[in-house]
Structures are given as C-alpha cells and as structure tokens.
C-alpha cells in the first residue's frame, strides 16, 4: 500500500486533480517558474512517476488519455525492455515467496546458514545480520539499510538470499520496453532521465555519475525519444555535489523526494519537492485532498 496505486484509486485521483488545478506538463511549469507567468489565482499541478513499471502504461495511460492530462515518467535506462528487477522488488519477492513455499523451520534453518555467509563481507556483515535473526523479517527495514551499501554487497546479499531460499526470480517483464515508450510519447507523456543502472548518486563516484547523467540520456535520444531536461535523482539521493554535476551536464533542474509543495519561485531548481501519491493515504477524494494540503 505504500508503493502502488489501485486503478479505481487513480482515475479518481486524476479526475480530482483535473477539476481542482491546472495540471501542465512539466516543461510548460518550468517556462512558467522561468517567466514568472504563474497565476496568483490558479493552483498548479505537475504528474510524475518514477521508475518506468510497465503498470504505467497498462493502467495509468489509458486514464491519463481519457481525462486528456499529461504527464513525466523517469526511466532507468538499462532496466527498459529487459526482464531485470530493481533489487528491492527482487528482495520483496524472496521474503514473500519464502513465506508461502516454506515451512518456518526451514525458513529458520535458510536464515541461520545466511547469517554465517553474511560473517565473511565485513562491516556490512552486523546490520544485514540483524535483521534475519528473527521470522518474519522486517523486509521493508532490511531493504532501507540495504541502501547504505554499495551495490556489490547488495547483489551478492540478493544472489544468497535467492540460493538459500532455493527460489529463482521469474523472468518476467514489469518495466516498460521502448515501444511502449515511443506509444506514450507520441501521445503528450513526456519523459526524463532517472540514470542508467538506478545506483544511487551519492554512493558513486563522480565519473559513474557523470555517465549515468550522460549516458541515459543518450540512450532515449538513440530511442528516438527527445528527453525532458530534468532529472530524477533515485531513492531520492542528492547532495550539492551531485546537484551541481546535474546542472553542468545539460540539465535545468532535478527532482528529489523531499515531501512539499514550491511556490511561485523554487527555492532550488535542482530539488524539486514533490508529494508522493499511494494506495494507503490517498485511496479517497478526502484522503488526497488531505494529502495534497501539505
């Protein structure tokens, strides 16, 4: 519930936002910001998603065409048109299948045997640890402290998870291919750069955060698609440094996932605030509204 949103829960959630503000796409918000043309009188609303799931273009576009509302998706490159998951939905999968295939004692005795592989990676080894001490585990927690670690240690954690529960990830798409994507685009959805391998910048060294600047962008533009100049920081991770590389390889301004609401001038072009919509505090038209009040 903390992640998706049910279909019923979207159109409502559209048709809401349609009749209570003037939803502009992205780039037309930032010629606004820019101009100063914003309407004193006016609310204004941008839609974003992150990641490019499949669901996107199933569920989301056909609401976002019927209402006629435009909308940005950030894409993780090197994910698009691949059966590759995002580590934590892969992680999420495990726990989850683990749960219905296994009996506890067998889950206990996985756990157990994980434990002492963890012993041989280091100082990553205690805080991983911890979390499999008992049944079920808090998965949303271990995947947060997962990403304190570099991404090695989390491949190689995600790799023994899968061997010790004897499960496999299926091979199935759940991100968009670059068909849809030049489906979307040819009917007003606009899209913009979430990097390449979806690390996230702070953890990386300059020059791989240069290339996954340089580099997904170069990938939507090699896709025929003409990228949005604003990029999607992932999980939300920024710092000046990071900000500052943004803005010097071609970008006019970046959104993070600092909760809020921006005035008639940002105060930091390069750290949009946004609030995140999702099953849970805005499955109803009070609860958005409640939501959107900041």
Not at 32 to 58: A, E, H, P
Not at 180 to 203: D, K, N, P, W
Not at 257 to 282: Q, W
Request: proline letters at 4%; charged letters at 25%.
């Amino acid at each position: 519930p903390g992640m998706y949103v049910r279909v019923q829960s979207f159109e409502a959630q559209i048709a809401y936002l349609s009749s209570s503000f003037v939803v502009l796409p992205l780039e037309e918000l930032l010629r606004l910001w820019q101009t100063g043309r914003l309407d004193r009188r006016k609310s204004y609303c941008v839609i974003t998603f992150d990641d490019g799931w499949q669901d996107n273009y199933r569920y989301a576009f056909p609401v976002l065409r019927k209402y006629r509302v435009q909308a940005t998706i950030f894409l993780a490159t090197d994910y698009v048109g691949t059966t590759h998951w995002f580590w934590p939905d892969r992680m999420a999968f495990l726990f989850g299948e683990a749960r219905k295939r296994m009996s506890g004692e067998d889950r206990r005795r996985a756990l157990v045997g994980l434990r002492r592989e963890i012993s041989g990676i280091g100082e990553a080894a205690g805080c991983l640890a911890s979390y499999l001490e008992s049944d079920p585990v808090d998965t949303d927690g271990l995947i947060e402290q997962c990403k304190n670690l570099s991404a090695d240690v989390i491949q190689w954690f995600v790799a023994a998870l899968s061997q010790a529960f004897r499960i496999e990830i299926p091979d199935t798409r759940v991100l968009l291919d670059w068909n849809e994507v030049r489906e979307m685009a040819a009917h007003g959805v606009t899209f913009g750069s979430h990097s390449c391998s979806h690390r996230l910048m702070t953890q990386i060294a300059p020059d791989e955060a240069k290339k996954e600047l340089r580099n997904s962008w170069e990938a939507m533009l090699m896709q025929q698609i003409k990228p949005l100049p604003v990029f999607c920081y992932p999980n939300g991770n920024c710092n000046q440094d990071i900000k500052d590389l943004t803005r010097d390889n071609g970008y006019v301004a970046a959104l993070g996932c600092d909760l809020g609401l921006e005035g008639r001038r940002p105060a930091d072009l390069f750290s949009l605030k946004r609030i995140s919509l999702h099953e849970d505090i805005a499955s109803s038209t009070s609860l958005l509204a409640l939501t959107l009040s900041g």
